[in-house]
């Protein structure tokens, strides 16, 4: 007994990818326009397209430099980090002809009006 396939006659339906850039625009436009399934009256959305096609492109471009510029100042905070003494910066109070090993003295001026006020 012979068996008879069938076809499967629901058409697929097409997957057209989205165009991201101005070129891929155009290309897209002029083939629904050779198939017939745009007019020429529908050359402004063409233009609208290419415009925001590009003005993407451009903000992708901007994006992408900003996220690079991030990045290095993070590896410079880093770097600079890394090179800083732990215990901080010393503060200069010795004076010429004083060794780090003398007890120092420090006046605080100003503070007598506070105490008797």
Do not use: W, Y
């Not at 897209?28 to 020429?40: H, I, P, W």
């Not at 959305?45 to 993070?74: C, P």
């Amino acid at each position: 007994m012979a068996t008879i396939a069938r076809e499967n006659t629901t058409p697929e339906p097409q997957q057209v990818r989205t165009p991201r850039s101005a070129r891929s625009v155009r290309r897209m436009f002029n083939q629904l326009q050779k198939d017939g399934r745009v007019t020429a009256e529908a050359s402004p959305l063409l233009h609208v397209g290419k415009k925001l096609a590009t003005e993407n492109e451009v903000l992708r471009h901007e994006i992408q430099g900003l996220r690079k510029a991030i990045t290095e100042e993070k590896k410079k905070k880093k770097k600079k980090k890394k090179k800083k003494d732990k215990r901080g910066k010393a503060m200069g109070l010795l004076e010429k002809g004083e060794n780090a090993g003398q007890p120092l003295f420090l006046v605080l001026r100003g503070l007598g009006g506070l105490a008797s006020g």
